[in-house]
């Protein structure tokens, strides 16, 4: 994949970070009067991105303030101990929920070859490295990080994991949303440049009432733009938020429907259920892609989404 340093002209950065495919996932850069931040990181392989990053911007691995993570689900931290051991003057921040996991990872790893299968997670994620415990910083609701000039203000944000924060950057007056805001696939923008969202209800912590509030919440301080790890930057906030709020609400109707029907091969039904669903929204989008390209590019998602409905169902 090819290395390119998206600037968003206000101190905020992004890149690929090489997972699985192009624009799947993204790494966010904040630079402020020559200090950074990076908030997710995808996998162990987008570290040379990150230090190609830096070092396109004329900083050095010791500008690197804070590894921040919105949850601890491995597309946005399993490069973590990878970036601490590379960045010597970081300080890893992330919920208190998830430090634990960081610190000695191996549950978290079992618990990744649990819902991926051992084969698919270790060839997504390769061996994590610990983050060692006295660099954690464990986040509090609200508390707010001086990077160079600018604050960086994080909020507790339940709904698709209950360790899950998002993070205010009062400068850009943008919010780094990890997985709050839901999924942004750039391949299914409209062709005049709408983005299209779609909620992410993976296992095992999905809770639609959590969800909408922490969604509320980030909408409650009127972002200029909110900054997906799936995938950047998407604006504007407010009408897309509307979307996703009312497609979790659907995907909610369509889980008790699915179990209605009987929980017989659910998991099955439910995905496609979810599929049609999908498509039927981004034809309504005016996306371009035909229903088949559609249920590829979100195949894995839909597995995950499916399994995660049905765990907040049946509790």
């Not at 950065?13 to 950074?36: E, K, N, S």
């Not at 906030?237 to 029907?261: F, G, H, S, W, Y």
């Not at 981004?282 to 996306?287: P, V």
Request: with cysteine.
């Amino acid at each position: 994949m090819e290395f390119q340093l998206l600037d968003y002209q206000n101190g905020i950065y992004a890149f690929d970070a090489g997972y699985v495919r192009h624009q799947l996932a993204a790494v966010h850069l904040v630079v402020d009067h020559g200090r950074a931040a990076f908030i997710d990181n995808g996998s162990n392989a987008s570290l040379p991105r990150a230090q190609r990053a830096l070092a396109e911007l004329g900083l050095t691995p010791e500008a690197v303030d804070y590894v921040i993570v919105t949850h601890i689900h491995l597309d946005h931290a399993g490069g973590s101990g990878a970036y601490m051991q590379a960045f010597p003057n970081a300080q890893f921040v992330v919920h208190p929920r998830g430090a634990r996991h960081m610190i000695d990872p191996t549950k978290l790893m079992a618990a990744t070859e649990e819902v991926y299968g051992k084969e698919n997670a270790q060839r997504l994620y390769g061996t994590l490295i610990p983050v060692p415990a006295d660099r954690v910083i464990e986040t509090t609701d609200g508390m707010v990080l001086s990077l160079g000039q600018r604050e960086l203000a994080l909020y507790d944000s339940p709904g698709h994991a209950k360790h899950h924060v998002f993070i205010h950057d009062r400068a850009a007056n943008g919010i780094f949303t990890g997985d709050t805001f839901g999924i942004a696939y750039r391949e299914m923008d409209a062709p005049d440049g709408r983005h299209f969202v779609f909620p992410c209800p993976t296992p095992s912590q999905f809770d639609p009432v959590d969800w909408r509030d922490s969604v509320e919440r980030m909408i409650a301080l009127a972002p200029e733009a909110v900054y997906l790890t799936h995938f950047s930057r998407i604006a504007p906030p407010r009408p897309l938020a509307e979307q996703l709020l009312r497609r979790i609400d659907d995907c909610v109707r369509l889980t008790k429907e699915t179990l209605r029907e009987g929980e017989e091969n659910a998991h099955a039904r439910l995905m496609a259920k979810l599929a049609d669903y999908l498509c039927a929204e981004a034809r309504r989008h005016g996306t371009t892609l035909a229903d088949e390209e559609i249920r590829k590019l979100w195949a894995m998602d839909l597995d995950l989404d499916a399994q995660g409905l049905l765990i907040w169902a049946k509790a």
